[in-house]
């Protein structure tokens, strides 16, 4: 068995500690960032040839790597912008080749998801390799993610220790987030709150993306409960990641990484109550919620009422005196310009400047993937989100009680981070394959 595995089932609170120590080592030294990153994909890519998957190291290496792309980013380590996709897709690839195409799970919802987005790169400006390397880049990187995730793990058979061990490399990097959120957090005199993100909170990168990647820290902790498993020797440790991760989400007031998994929770919740499965112990999640309830309560005290506020205008849907604003505005003329360009859309990454002439007031990204697709692909767009939806709806009725949970729970977070948040992190799009794995419940 190799190391790495016999460390992350023997040492789990050690290497959270450590992981928790390097947040704080990072924030000063980001040049070790770099290093951690590159040597990971390296080190990840020589073990899954070393040992050919058999201990599914694509699977825990793209894992570790998926949740490192916000610290990466948060540190400005000296690699791509991208690099949290593209290494996930190279190790996942890797992974793939290395048991063989006979292994391959293709489906055709998949391919027609991919293949969909591709006809709109002919309206990308010829403005030169590096523009041109750009707008693909940023924009459909995201999508190849989801797909080849949903390519390396549909149908594929794990058994709890299999992802037991993926949870915990996906846990590890979040500890070093949080270790640097803490780092770079300011004292308790001049921490501030307004109805806006907080970024004094998410250590100075994005409140979204951060609040994102703490809350599958949520569904991770609660998806273990359920199953009766646990990601520590001692379940307090994994309430505890959870509280802390709780926590800091609500405290970034970015609202999509609380609801987005609370809600996915909540769908595994109805399912779970339904299937009446032997395997699924209910129970297990209400010590979660009560968690979040307390949390929520303090942070109310905290922020003075302000997080109340905050998530209130959820019910106005960015309505404002009569006119709509923020993302709602953006999702508003994302359609209007899918209305006046219907069949191919604008092209990848055009509609970014386009919104300014539409009316916005600024060129400014999309935060909907959905609304991103319809503008930027048109009908091939919309033929995309159909053929996602329709692959998620038709798996979950082949699959047995178990397997509908965790498809459900991780498939819902996905679609409603892409919602809110695009494909912004590689997580959307990894955690949406991992949803379609065979999961067989071995609690020994």
Same mark, same amino acid.
């Given at each position: 068995?190799?190391?790495?595995?016999?460390? $992350?089932?023997?040492?789990?609170?050690?290497? +959270? *500690?450590?992981? &928790?120590?390097? #947040?704080?080592? /990072?924030?000063?030294? =980001?040049?070790?960032?770099?290093?951690?990153?590159?040597?990971?994909?390296?080190?990840?890519?020589?073990?899954?040839?070393?040992?050919?998957?058999?201990?599914?190291?694509?699977?825990?290496?793209?894992?570790?790597?998926?949740?490192?792309?916000?610290?990466?980013?948060?540190?400005?380590?000296?690699? $791509?912008?991208?690099?949290?996709?593209?290494? +996930? *897709?190279?190790? &996942?690839?890797? #992974?793939?080749? /290395?048991?063989?195409? =006979?292994?391959?799970?293709?489906?055709?919802?998949?391919?027609?998801?991919?293949?969909?987005?591709?006809?709109?790169?002919?309206?990308?400006?010829?403005?030169?390799?590096?523009?041109?390397?750009?707008?693909?880049?940023?924009?459909?990187?995201?999508?190849?993610?989801?797909?080849?995730?949903?390519?390396?793990?549909?149908?594929?058979?794990?058994? +709890?220790?299999?992802?037991?061990?993926?949870?915990?490399?996906?846990?590890?990097?979040?500890?070093?987030?949080?270790?640097?959120?803490?780092?770079?957090?300011?004292?308790?005199?001049?921490?501030?709150?307004?109805?806006?993100?907080?970024?004094?909170?998410?250590?100075?990168?994005?409140?979204?993306?951060?609040?994102?990647?703490?809350?599958?820290?949520?569904?991770?902790?609660?998806?273990?409960?359920?199953?009766?498993?646990?990601?520590?020797?001692?379940?307090?440790?994994?309430?505890?990641?959870?509280?802390?991760?709780?926590?800091?989400?609500?405290?970034?007031?970015?609202?999509?990484?609380?609801?987005?998994?609370?809600?996915?929770?909540?769908?595994?919740?109805?399912?779970?109550?339904?299937?009446?499965?032997?395997?699924?112990?209910?129970?297990?999640?209400?010590?979660?919620?009560?968690?979040?309830?307390?949390?929520?309560?303090?942070?109310?005290?905290?922020?003075?009422?302000?997080?109340?506020?905050?998530?209130?205008?959820?019910?106005?849907?960015?309505?404002?005196?009569?006119?709509?604003?923020?993302?709602?505005?953006?999702?508003?003329?994302?359609?209007?310009?899918?209305?006046?360009?219907?069949?191919?859309?604008?092209?990848?990454?055009?509609?970014?400047?386009?919104?300014?002439?539409?009316?916005?007031?600024?060129?400014?990204?999309?935060?909907?993937?959905?609304?991103?697709?319809?503008?930027?692909?048109?009908?091939?767009?919309?033929?995309?989100?159909?053929?996602?939806?329709?692959?998620?709806?038709?798996?979950?009725?082949?699959?047995?009680?178990?397997?509908?949970?965790?498809?459900?729970?991780?498939?819902?977070?996905?679609?409603?981070?892409?919602?809110?948040?695009?494909?912004?992190?590689?997580?959307?799009?990894?955690?949406?394959?991992?949803?379609?794995?065979?999961?067989?419940?071995?609690?020994?």
């Amino acid at each position: 068995m190799p190391f790495y595995i016999r460390i $992350l089932n023997s040492r789990m609170l050690l290497l +959270s *500690i450590i992981h &928790l120590a390097m #947040g704080f080592v /990072v924030s000063n030294y =980001k040049f070790i960032s770099t290093f951690w990153g590159l040597g990971i994909l390296f080190y990840g890519i020589l073990n899954i040839i070393r040992y050919k998957n058999r201990f599914e190291e694509a699977s825990i290496f793209s894992a570790y790597i998926v949740g490192l792309e916000v610290m990466l980013r948060t540190v400005g380590a000296s690699v $791509l912008w991208e690099f949290g996709k593209y290494a +996930s *897709i190279l190790l &996942l690839i890797t #992974g793939i080749l /290395v048991e063989g195409a =006979k292994h391959l799970r293709i489906n055709t919802l998949s391919v027609l998801y991919i293949l969909c987005l591709l006809p709109s790169i002919y309206l990308i400006p010829d403005n030169g390799f590096t523009q041109l390397r750009f707008s693909i880049s940023a924009n459909l990187s995201g999508p190849l993610c989801l797909f080849f995730s949903f390519l390396y793990f549909r149908r594929k058979i794990f058994q +709890s220790y299999d992802l037991i061990n993926t949870f915990k490399a996906l846990i590890l990097p979040i500890c070093s987030q949080i270790g640097l959120i803490f780092a770079r957090a300011p004292s308790y005199d001049n921490l501030t709150f307004s109805s806006e993100a907080n970024f004094q909170l998410s250590a100075g990168y994005g409140p979204n993306q951060v609040s994102t990647l703490l809350g599958i820290g949520i569904i991770i902790i609660g998806i273990t409960k359920i199953f009766e498993l646990k990601i520590y020797k001692y379940n307090v440790y994994d309430y505890i990641f959870a509280s802390v991760s709780i926590g800091l989400a609500l405290l970034t007031f970015a609202r999509g990484g609380v609801v987005a998994p609370m809600f996915a929770i909540l769908v595994g919740i109805f399912i779970s109550i339904r299937s009446n499965e032997d395997n699924i112990k209910i129970t297990r999640y209400m010590y979660l919620i009560l968690i979040v309830v307390g949390l929520s309560y303090f942070a109310s005290i905290l922020t003075q009422g302000l997080i109340d506020r905050r998530y209130m205008e959820l019910a106005n849907m960015g309505v404002w005196q009569g006119s709509l604003t923020g993302r709602t505005k953006i999702m508003a003329i994302d359609l209007n310009i899918f209305l006046n360009h219907p069949i191919m859309g604008v092209g990848p990454g055009a509609a970014h400047k386009l919104r300014y002439e539409y009316g916005y007031g600024a060129a400014v990204a999309a935060h909907s993937e959905f609304t991103r697709m319809l503008a930027e692909h048109g009908i091939f767009g919309l033929i995309s989100i159909f053929s996602i939806m329709s692959l998620s709806i038709i798996e979950y009725y082949k699959r047995d009680n178990v397997n509908k949970v965790l498809l459900a729970c991780f498939s819902t977070f996905s679609l409603l981070t892409m919602f809110h948040s695009a494909f912004r992190i590689a997580l959307a799009g990894y955690i949406y394959g991992l949803s379609y794995v065979i999961f067989k419940i071995n609690r020994k």
